[in-house]
């Protein structure tokens, strides 16, 4: 493989002179510059990313960590992450942590030791003494989205789960239910909590009973839902609504309900969260809170860039508003 060193021999000048004509880094004549460039066509010559980024102090990548999981929702953010870094001409590196505490420690060790110019956080098994790591490397920009620890000083993009699950229940609510129940994601994450919050929000604004017989959790997979439906179930009598936390869980629900020999939404009304793209498709079609999840990765990235470019530490939390979405899971009581 040909170095710098067989470039500068091959069109006769020093390897300050290739270094300046291909980083354009200071002028150099259009003659020089041309047989240059023809010596590193000649010898296929590709300049070494390792030691350009050893030179100038960065790599123009950033790592990533997120929790492996089948919900949808981790790859929709992380497209947008992958679309944005590509626009700005950086490589991703994606780790997953499969919820697993000691795999994300040697994760986020290997992208430090790499020199990842940036971090984004995504993994919900992620606490505060998991970054004893930082004491041994100099600080790197992050940003935390969404499901990350709160506490941990960092930028921080997060979705407003208190107003989504207010409109969630609020609409159940204006479509005439008054006997509503919620399956929540395990109450441990803040966004589980945030969500149940907005649910009983927006029951005791409208004067409702919160029946703790209709409150149950699962773990924002399919098969929680069917574990929380399946508890609320076995108490007795069914609510007439339910605000389940995520559109996983709601199809779990779904298909557990109808082995049941329940309708949604004739006998059953449900309202999702995330608007993953699978919740347009399924029957019948969910109403679900809709997340920008594509505008989170994006959002992501560009807060990244600002902070290595401006070079101010900053941290601050950006909320991302939900919106209802409307399809056809909910019946309307008159």
């Given at each position: 493989?040909?170095?710098?060193?067989?470039?500068?021999?091959?069109?006769?000048?020093?390897?300050?002179?290739?270094?300046?004509?291909?980083?354009?880094?200071?002028?150099?004549?259009?003659?020089?510059?041309?047989?240059?460039?023809?010596?590193?066509?000649?010898?296929?010559?590709?300049?070494?990313?390792?030691?350009?980024?050893?030179?100038?102090?960065?790599?123009?990548?950033?790592?990533?960590?997120v929790?492996t999981?089948?919900n949808?929702?981790?790859?929709?953010?992380?497209?947008?992450?992958?679309?944005?870094?590509?626009?700005?001409?950086?490589?991703?590196?994606?780790?997953?942590?499969?919820?697993?505490?000691?795999?994300?420690?040697?994760?986020?060790?290997?992208?430090?030791?790499?020199?990842?110019?940036?971090?984004?956080?995504?993994c919900?098994?992620?606490?505060?003494?998991?970054?004893?790591?930082?004491?041994?490397?100099?600080?790197?920009?992050?940003?935390?989205?969404?499901?990350?620890?709160?506490?941990?000083?960092?930028?921080?993009?997060?979705?407003?789960?208190?107003?989504?699950?207010?409109?969630?229940?609020?609409?159940?609510?204006?479509?005439?239910h008054?006997?509503i129940?919620?399956?929540?994601?395990?109450?441990?994450?803040?966004?589980?909590?945030?969500?149940?919050?907005?649910?009983?929000?927006?029951?005791?604004?409208?004067?409702?009973?919160?029946?703790?017989?209709?409150?149950?959790?699962?773990n924002?997979?399919?098969e929680?839902?069917?574990?929380?439906f399946?508890?609320?179930?076995?108490?007795?009598?069914?609510?007439?609504?339910?605000?389940?936390?995520?559109?996983?869980m709601?199809?779990?629900?779904?298909?557990?309900?109808?082995?049941?020999?329940?309708?949604?939404?004739?006998?059953?009304?449900?309202?999702?969260?995330?608007?993953i793209?699978?919740?347009?498709?399924?029957?019948?079609s969910?109403?679900?809170?809709?997340?920008?999840?594509?505008?989170?990765?994006?959002?992501?990235v560009?807060?990244?860039?600002?902070?290595?470019?401006?070079?101010?530490?900053?941290?601050?939390?950006?909320?991302?508003?939900?919106?209802?979405v409307?399809?056809?899971?909910?019946?309307?009581?008159?």
């Open positions: 493989m040909a170095t710098i060193k067989d470039v500068a021999k091959f069109a006769g000048v020093s390897t300050s002179t290739v270094s300046h004509v291909l980083n354009k880094t200071r002028f150099v004549s259009e003659d020089i510059s041309t047989r240059v460039m023809a010596a590193v066509k000649e010898l296929n010559y590709a300049p070494s990313a390792l030691a350009r980024s050893l030179k100038v102090n960065h790599t123009r990548t950033f790592g990533m960590l929790t999981s089948t949808p929702f981790f790859g929709e953010v992380v497209k947008g992450v992958e679309r944005r870094c590509y626009e700005q001409g950086y490589n991703l590196i994606l780790c997953n942590t499969e919820g697993d505490l000691a795999r994300m420690r040697d994760s986020l060790d290997i992208l430090l030791q790499k020199r990842v110019d940036g971090l984004l956080l995504m919900s098994e992620v606490d505060g003494q998991a970054f004893d790591l930082f004491s041994r490397h100099q600080p790197v920009p992050t940003v935390v989205m969404d499901w990350g620890p709160i506490d941990f000083p960092s930028d921080k993009i997060q979705d407003n789960s208190h107003h989504g699950g207010y409109l969630a229940t609020k609409h159940l609510i204006d479509q005439g008054t006997q129940g919620c399956l929540t994601g395990p109450l441990d994450k803040l966004t589980a909590q945030q969500r149940l919050s907005g649910y009983v929000q927006a029951m005791e604004e409208a004067g409702l009973e919160v029946n703790k017989k209709w409150i149950a959790s699962g924002f997979e399919c929680g839902g069917e574990i929380a399946n508890e609320v179930f076995a108490r007795g009598e069914l609510p007439t609504a339910l605000f389940v936390c995520n559109d996983m709601a199809m779990g629900v779904i298909n557990t309900a109808s082995k049941k020999g329940l309708r949604v939404p004739e006998d059953l009304s449900i309202v999702g969260y995330d608007d793209k699978l919740a347009k498709y399924i029957t019948p969910l109403t679900t809170i809709h997340q920008p999840k594509h505008r989170l990765g994006q959002q992501a560009d807060i990244l860039l600002d902070k290595i470019q401006n070079k101010h530490e900053t941290n601050t939390v950006i909320q991302l508003e939900p919106t209802l409307e399809r056809d899971s909910v019946k309307r009581v008159h």
